[in-house]
């Protein structure tokens, strides 16, 4: 059974760096695009950024580039979101996707149960 499972949240300052992870069971990680969401409270859910099954491709949100950077370990079934400069209104709970493309929530098959992120002084 294919299982993602976030990790690397916490409460950070702002300004601040947070590395989340997400491990996937049940299925080869190189198959497919991996996708990082997230959702604050009272909000939609955004797609923060995305990567291609072998890494030639990645996109995101505007509000993060320049800030957060995806990767991926194929050989780990691990994905990655280094994020940087955070700021309070990256405070959301992030969630890894796993088979799709792009940052429509509508677009990816697998998610993740989060992880929460809190950026605040």
């Known amino acids: 059974q294919l299982q993602l499972v976030e990790s690397g949240g916490g409460l950070v300052q702002p300004g601040g760096s947070l590395k989340l992870s997400c491990t996937l069971s049940?299925?080869?990680?190189?198959?497919?695009?991996v996708g990082w969401f997230r959702q604050a409270p009272g909000k939609e859910r955004e797609g923060v950024s995305c990567?291609?099954?072998?890494?030639?491709?990645?996109k995101y949100l505007n509000a993060v580039n320049g800030r957060f950077t995806i990767s991926r370990d194929n050989g780990k079934n691990m994905a990655y979101l280094q994020m940087t400069n955070l700021k309070p209104e990256d405070t959301a709970t992030y969630y890894c996707?796993?088979?799709?493309?792009?940052?429509?929530?509508?677009?990816?098959?697998?998610w993740g149960q989060g992880t929460q992120v809190t950026v605040s002084s």
């Open positions: 049940g299925e080869s990680l190189g198959k497919y695009g």
């Open positions: 996707a796993f088979k799709g493309w792009g940052l429509e929530v509508a677009a990816w098959e697998y």
């Open positions: 990567i291609n099954n072998i890494s030639t491709n990645k």
